[in-house]
Protein backbone atom coordinates (compact mmCIF):
# COMPACT_ATOMS: atom_id res chain seq x y z
CA UNK A 1 0.00 0.00 0.00
CA UNK A 2 1.36 3.58 -1.25
CA UNK A 3 2.38 6.15 1.78
CA UNK A 4 -0.93 7.75 2.19
CA UNK A 5 -1.13 12.14 2.17
CA UNK A 6 0.41 13.63 5.17
CA UNK A 7 3.03 10.92 5.71
CA UNK A 8 6.70 11.95 5.92
CA UNK A 9 8.82 11.30 3.09
CA UNK A 10 11.12 8.16 3.82
CA UNK A 11 14.95 8.14 3.61
CA UNK A 12 17.10 6.46 1.16
CA UNK A 13 20.34 6.59 0.05
CA UNK A 14 21.06 4.91 -3.34
CA UNK A 15 23.34 5.08 -6.00
CA UNK A 16 22.63 7.71 -8.89
CA UNK A 17 23.89 7.41 -12.46
CA UNK A 18 26.57 10.03 -11.82
CA UNK A 19 28.29 7.53 -9.41
CA UNK A 20 26.82 9.45 -6.16
CA UNK A 21 25.23 8.36 -3.43
CA UNK A 22 22.10 9.97 -3.00
CA UNK A 23 19.93 10.85 0.33
CA UNK A 24 16.51 12.21 1.01
CA UNK A 25 18.24 15.07 2.94
CA UNK A 26 20.76 16.25 -0.07
CA UNK A 27 17.30 17.82 -0.87
CA UNK A 28 16.85 20.14 2.21
CA UNK A 29 16.96 22.94 -0.02
CA UNK A 30 13.94 22.13 -2.42
CA UNK A 31 11.17 23.70 -1.63
CA UNK A 32 8.91 20.89 -3.09
CA UNK A 33 10.44 16.98 -3.65
CA UNK A 34 9.27 15.05 -6.54
CA UNK A 35 10.35 11.16 -6.35
CA UNK A 36 8.85 9.41 -9.31
CA UNK A 37 9.48 5.62 -9.47
CA UNK A 38 10.43 5.29 -13.37
CA UNK A 39 12.58 2.37 -15.17
CA UNK A 40 14.14 2.44 -18.31
CA UNK A 41 11.84 -0.38 -20.38
CA UNK A 42 8.28 0.53 -19.78
CA UNK A 43 6.63 2.15 -22.62
CA UNK A 44 4.65 4.44 -19.93
CA UNK A 45 7.79 5.87 -18.84
CA UNK A 46 9.00 6.41 -22.13
CA UNK A 47 5.57 8.48 -23.17
CA UNK A 48 5.41 10.83 -19.89
CA UNK A 49 9.63 11.33 -19.84
CA UNK A 50 9.88 14.44 -21.91
CA UNK A 51 7.10 15.76 -19.89
CA UNK A 52 9.57 14.56 -16.40
CA UNK A 53 12.45 16.43 -17.95
CA UNK A 54 10.43 19.65 -19.30
CA UNK A 55 8.39 19.87 -15.75
CA UNK A 56 11.78 20.04 -13.91
CA UNK A 57 13.14 22.37 -16.33
CA UNK A 58 10.50 24.60 -15.76
CA UNK A 59 10.41 24.41 -12.23
CA UNK A 60 13.72 24.25 -11.30
CA UNK A 61 14.10 27.86 -10.83
CA UNK A 62 11.30 28.06 -8.33
CA UNK A 63 12.58 25.24 -5.78
CA UNK A 64 11.14 22.11 -7.22
CA UNK A 65 13.59 19.10 -7.19
CA UNK A 66 12.69 15.95 -9.18
CA UNK A 67 14.26 12.72 -8.52
CA UNK A 68 13.49 9.18 -10.34
CA UNK A 69 14.12 6.06 -8.77
CA UNK A 70 14.31 2.57 -10.53
CA UNK A 71 13.83 -0.37 -8.42
CA UNK A 72 12.71 -2.91 -11.20
CA UNK A 73 14.24 -6.08 -11.09
CA UNK A 74 17.23 -5.96 -13.40
CA UNK A 75 17.68 -9.79 -13.53
CA UNK A 76 14.97 -10.48 -15.31
CA UNK A 77 14.56 -7.08 -17.04
CA UNK A 78 18.36 -6.18 -18.02
CA UNK A 79 17.07 -2.80 -19.95
CA UNK A 80 16.77 -1.50 -16.46
CA UNK A 81 20.02 -3.07 -15.42
CA UNK A 82 22.47 0.33 -14.04
CA UNK A 83 24.53 0.64 -17.54
CA UNK A 84 21.45 1.04 -19.51
CA UNK A 85 20.13 3.83 -16.82
CA UNK A 86 23.41 5.41 -16.90
CA UNK A 87 22.76 5.66 -21.09
CA UNK A 88 19.54 6.34 -21.14
CA UNK A 89 19.79 9.34 -18.58
CA UNK A 90 22.69 10.64 -20.93
CA UNK A 91 21.22 10.17 -23.63
CA UNK A 92 17.89 11.61 -23.27
CA UNK A 93 19.53 14.56 -20.72
CA UNK A 94 18.20 13.96 -17.63
CA UNK A 95 18.16 17.02 -16.03
CA UNK A 96 17.31 15.42 -12.28
CA UNK A 97 19.27 12.63 -10.29
CA UNK A 98 18.20 9.17 -11.46
CA UNK A 99 18.99 6.36 -8.79
CA UNK A 100 18.92 2.51 -8.64
CA UNK A 101 17.16 1.13 -5.77
CA UNK A 102 18.56 -2.45 -6.25
CA UNK A 103 17.07 -4.01 -3.18
CA UNK A 104 13.66 -2.82 -3.96
CA UNK A 105 13.41 -1.51 -0.53
CA UNK A 106 12.48 2.22 -1.28
CA UNK A 107 9.74 1.21 -3.81
CA UNK A 108 8.34 -0.83 -0.80
CA UNK A 109 8.77 1.71 1.80
CA UNK A 110 7.30 4.11 -0.51
CA UNK A 111 4.42 1.43 -1.07
CA UNK A 112 5.27 2.45 -4.59
CA UNK A 113 3.63 -0.58 -7.75
CA UNK A 114 4.06 1.25 -10.80
CA UNK A 115 6.36 3.08 -13.16
CA UNK A 116 5.32 5.97 -13.94
CA UNK A 117 4.44 6.41 -10.29
CA UNK A 118 4.73 10.00 -8.43
CA UNK A 119 5.10 11.34 -4.59
CA UNK A 120 4.97 15.10 -4.35
CA UNK A 121 6.85 16.07 -0.69
CA UNK A 122 6.06 19.76 0.36
CA UNK A 123 8.69 22.30 2.10
CA UNK A 124 8.32 19.87 5.37
CA UNK A 125 8.64 16.78 3.56
CA UNK A 126 4.78 15.39 3.94
CA UNK A 127 3.19 13.52 1.43
CA UNK A 128 0.83 15.92 -0.75
CA UNK A 129 0.60 14.40 -4.04
CA UNK A 130 0.42 11.24 -4.72
CA UNK A 131 -0.59 9.40 -8.59
CA UNK A 132 0.20 10.38 -12.21
CA UNK A 133 1.76 12.82 -13.86
CA UNK A 134 -1.32 13.44 -15.77
CA UNK A 135 -4.55 12.22 -17.94
CA UNK A 136 -3.20 11.41 -21.08
CA UNK A 137 0.19 9.22 -21.93
CA UNK A 138 -0.92 8.62 -25.26
CA UNK A 139 -1.08 12.25 -26.11
CA UNK A 140 0.46 15.11 -24.53
CA UNK A 141 -1.85 17.52 -26.50
CA UNK A 142 -4.79 15.93 -25.38
CA UNK A 143 -3.61 16.48 -21.75
CA UNK A 144 -7.13 17.47 -19.74
CA UNK A 145 -5.75 17.63 -16.45
CA UNK A 146 -2.00 17.90 -15.34
CA UNK A 147 -2.13 16.23 -11.85
CA UNK A 148 1.46 17.07 -11.14
CA UNK A 149 2.15 20.82 -12.68
CA UNK A 150 -1.32 21.50 -10.58
CA UNK A 151 -0.18 20.45 -7.28
CA UNK A 152 3.06 21.84 -7.90
CA UNK A 153 1.53 25.73 -8.59
CA UNK A 154 -0.91 24.70 -5.66
CA UNK A 155 2.52 23.58 -3.41
CA UNK A 156 3.98 26.75 -4.90
CA UNK A 157 1.32 29.12 -3.75
CA UNK A 158 1.10 27.45 -0.22
CA UNK A 159 -2.07 25.80 -0.43
CA UNK A 160 -2.96 21.89 -1.00
CA UNK A 161 -2.72 20.29 -4.15
CA UNK A 162 -6.77 18.96 -5.82
CA UNK A 163 -6.69 16.67 -6.76
CA UNK A 164 -4.29 15.36 -3.72
CA UNK A 165 -4.66 11.56 -5.11
CA UNK A 166 -4.94 9.92 -8.79
CA UNK A 167 -4.57 6.21 -9.95
CA UNK A 168 -0.90 5.81 -10.80
CA UNK A 169 -0.79 4.35 -14.78
CA UNK A 170 2.30 2.59 -15.75
CA UNK A 171 3.72 -0.70 -15.96
CA UNK A 172 3.68 -2.92 -12.76
CA UNK A 173 6.96 -2.47 -10.89
CA UNK A 174 8.90 -6.01 -12.05
CA UNK A 175 9.57 -7.05 -8.20
CA UNK A 176 12.63 -9.96 -7.62
CA UNK A 177 10.86 -13.15 -7.28
CA UNK B 1 -8.95 -14.47 -40.77
CA UNK B 2 -7.04 -15.60 -37.15
CA UNK B 3 -6.94 -12.46 -35.29
CA UNK B 4 -5.41 -12.67 -31.53
CA UNK B 5 -4.82 -10.25 -29.03
CA UNK B 6 -2.67 -11.32 -26.20
CA UNK B 7 -2.02 -9.20 -22.87
CA UNK B 8 -0.63 -9.30 -20.06
CA UNK B 9 -2.34 -7.86 -16.94
CA UNK B 10 0.48 -6.08 -15.66
CA UNK B 11 -0.29 -3.18 -18.54
CA UNK B 12 -3.26 -1.24 -18.46
CA UNK B 13 -3.35 -0.16 -22.20
CA UNK B 14 -4.93 -3.75 -23.05
CA UNK B 15 -8.56 -2.69 -23.03
CA UNK B 16 -7.91 0.20 -25.10
CA UNK B 17 -6.04 -1.35 -27.69
CA UNK B 18 -8.94 -4.39 -28.12
CA UNK B 19 -11.39 -1.58 -28.35
CA UNK B 20 -9.57 -0.03 -31.28
CA UNK B 21 -9.01 -3.50 -32.82
CA UNK B 22 -12.92 -3.34 -32.73
CA UNK B 23 -13.60 -0.18 -34.37
CA UNK B 24 -11.01 -0.63 -37.06
CA UNK B 25 -12.48 -4.07 -37.65
CA UNK B 26 -16.16 -2.57 -37.56
CA UNK B 27 -14.85 0.48 -39.71
CA UNK B 28 -13.55 -2.20 -42.64
CA UNK B 29 -16.86 -4.18 -41.97
CA UNK B 30 -15.24 -7.09 -40.90
CA UNK B 31 -17.49 -9.46 -38.39
CA UNK B 32 -14.06 -11.35 -37.16
CA UNK B 33 -14.16 -13.06 -33.59
CA UNK B 34 -11.00 -11.61 -31.74
CA UNK B 35 -9.00 -14.28 -29.40
CA UNK B 36 -8.70 -12.45 -26.19
CA UNK B 37 -5.18 -14.38 -24.72
CA UNK B 38 -3.87 -13.61 -20.84
CA UNK B 39 -0.34 -14.31 -20.90
CA UNK B 40 0.33 -14.68 -16.78
CA UNK B 41 3.63 -16.64 -16.40
CA UNK B 42 7.11 -16.41 -17.71
CA UNK B 43 6.43 -19.64 -18.93
CA UNK B 44 3.46 -18.69 -20.87
CA UNK B 45 5.65 -15.91 -22.30
CA UNK B 46 8.12 -18.48 -24.08
CA UNK B 47 5.44 -20.20 -25.21
CA UNK B 48 3.01 -17.46 -26.81
CA UNK B 49 6.62 -16.00 -27.95
CA UNK B 50 4.99 -12.47 -26.67
CA UNK B 51 6.78 -9.41 -27.22
CA UNK B 52 4.91 -7.64 -24.37
CA UNK B 53 1.21 -6.35 -23.76
CA UNK B 54 -0.76 -5.16 -26.12
CA UNK B 55 0.19 -7.65 -28.77
CA UNK B 56 -1.90 -8.19 -32.05
CA UNK B 57 -1.64 -11.59 -34.23
CA UNK B 58 -3.63 -11.34 -37.63
CA UNK B 59 -3.12 -15.04 -38.97
CA UNK B 60 -0.11 -15.32 -36.96
CA UNK B 61 1.36 -12.31 -37.57
CA UNK B 62 2.44 -9.57 -35.52
CA UNK B 63 1.06 -6.47 -36.38
CA UNK B 64 4.20 -4.49 -35.95
CA UNK B 65 7.70 -5.45 -36.76
CA UNK B 66 10.37 -5.59 -33.97
CA UNK B 67 13.96 -6.39 -33.54
CA UNK B 68 14.72 -10.19 -33.68
CA UNK B 69 16.65 -10.06 -30.32
CA UNK B 70 13.71 -8.94 -28.55
CA UNK B 71 13.09 -10.94 -25.56
CA UNK B 72 9.84 -12.74 -25.10
CA UNK B 73 8.53 -11.48 -20.95
CA UNK B 74 5.64 -10.49 -18.99
CA UNK B 75 6.54 -6.32 -19.91
CA UNK B 76 4.18 -3.50 -21.47
CA UNK B 77 4.78 -3.16 -24.95
CA UNK B 78 6.25 -0.01 -26.70
CA UNK B 79 4.57 1.15 -29.78
CA UNK B 80 5.51 4.45 -31.80
CA UNK B 81 3.62 7.32 -33.20
CA UNK B 82 4.32 8.60 -36.68
CA UNK B 83 6.37 11.45 -35.26
CA UNK B 84 8.66 9.02 -33.18
CA UNK B 85 6.96 9.23 -29.66
CA UNK B 86 6.81 5.97 -27.91
CA UNK B 87 3.33 5.16 -26.58
CA UNK B 88 1.81 2.02 -24.92
CA UNK B 89 -0.54 1.48 -27.56
CA UNK B 90 -0.77 0.20 -31.39
CA UNK B 91 -2.40 3.30 -33.16
CA UNK B 92 -5.48 2.64 -35.06
CA UNK B 93 -3.37 3.38 -38.17
CA UNK B 94 -0.89 0.35 -37.53
CA UNK B 95 -3.81 -1.77 -36.84
CA UNK B 96 -5.74 -0.57 -39.92
CA UNK B 97 -2.53 -1.08 -42.20
CA UNK B 98 -2.29 -4.50 -41.25
CA UNK B 99 -6.15 -5.84 -41.20
CA UNK B 100 -5.90 -4.55 -44.84
CA UNK B 101 -2.89 -5.95 -45.50
CA UNK B 102 -4.18 -9.51 -44.65
CA UNK B 103 -7.64 -9.09 -46.30
CA UNK B 104 -5.63 -8.18 -49.23
CA UNK B 105 -3.37 -11.61 -48.90
CA UNK B 106 -6.77 -13.27 -48.41
CA UNK B 107 -8.28 -12.32 -51.57
CA UNK B 108 -5.42 -12.91 -53.58
CA UNK B 109 -5.08 -16.36 -51.98
CA UNK B 110 -8.80 -16.82 -52.51
CA UNK B 111 -7.95 -15.87 -56.60
CA UNK B 112 -5.33 -18.21 -56.11
CA UNK B 113 -7.65 -21.11 -54.86
CA UNK B 114 -5.83 -21.40 -51.50
CA UNK B 115 -7.20 -20.75 -47.70
CA UNK B 116 -5.55 -17.97 -45.82
CA UNK B 117 -5.00 -20.49 -42.79
CA UNK B 118 -6.89 -21.36 -39.67
CA UNK B 119 -9.96 -20.03 -38.97
CA UNK B 120 -10.53 -20.14 -34.89
CA UNK B 121 -14.48 -18.80 -35.28
CA UNK B 122 -14.94 -20.96 -31.24
CA UNK B 123 -13.60 -17.86 -29.38
CA UNK B 124 -15.35 -14.41 -29.50
CA UNK B 125 -13.86 -10.71 -27.67
CA UNK B 126 -13.64 -11.19 -24.20
CA UNK B 127 -12.73 -15.24 -23.67
CA UNK B 128 -9.89 -15.93 -21.77
CA UNK B 129 -6.95 -18.35 -21.83
CA UNK B 130 -4.57 -19.12 -18.89
CA UNK B 131 -1.29 -18.88 -20.83
CA UNK B 132 0.23 -21.62 -18.22
Known amino acids: MALTLGTLAPDFALLGVDGQQHALADFADAAVLVVIFSCNHCPYVQAWEDRMIA??????????????INANDAVKYPADNFDA?????????????????TTQEVARTYGAQRTPEVFVFDHARTLAYHGAIDDNYD????????????????????????????APVGCTIKWRS | MHIQLLYFDGCPSHTAALERLHRVLAELGLDLPVQVIAVETDAAAQQWQFL????????????DALPAATPYALACRAYRHPDGRITPLPSIDLIRTALQHAL??????????SPDGPIDGSLVSGDTISGN
Open chain 1, 55 to 68: LQAAYAPRGVQFVA
Open chain 1, 85 to 101: MCERAARKQFNFPYLHD
Open chain 1, 139 to 166: DPAAVSVPYLRQALDALLAGSCPEPAQT
Open chain 2, 52 to 63: GSPTIRINGHDI
Open chain 2, 104 to 113: ELSHLRAAEG
